[in-house]
Nanobody
């Protein structure tokens, strides 16, 4: 089992920045891939970004590319999502997910999920 604890989030004005953190514990070898997803009211959950432990490769949704940065501290088993130039359409509940070898952008292929954190961007 892997436990994921999310911190960060909150209310910010458009153009502002926030950083989310997700700390993994337990069988952390199962968190080879760590990712962020989000879900806005009335919308399906969508992929935001992912990072692979081995090699540090990253993947981003087109909607956040160039504005968000995913990174990880393997020593701390923690992944971060730095969100800059935030837009009202980034408003959502953000979730951290982990898995050994998922299909990066498909949430159903991740077994481990953290609690969501609300990000609200005001215009």
């Amino acid at each position: 089992q892997v436990q994921l604890v999310v911190s960060g989030g909150g209310l910010v004005q458009a153009g502002g920045s926030l950083r989310l953190s997700c700390a993994a514990s337990g069988r952390t070898f199962s968190s080879n891939v760590m990712a962020w997803f989000r879900q806005a009211p009335g919308n399906e959950r969508e992929f935001v970004a992912a990072i692979i432990r081995s090699g540090g490769s990253t993947d981003y949704a087109d909607s956040v590319k160039g504005r968000f940065t995913i990174s990880r501290d393997n020593a701390k088993n923690t992944v971060y999502l730095q969100m800059n130039s935030l837009k009202p359409e980034d408003t959502a509940v953000y979730y951290c997910a982990a898995e050994i070898a998922p299909t990066l952008r498909v949430g159903a292929t991740y077994r481990y999920w953290g609690q969501g954190t609300q990000v609200t961007v005001s215009s």
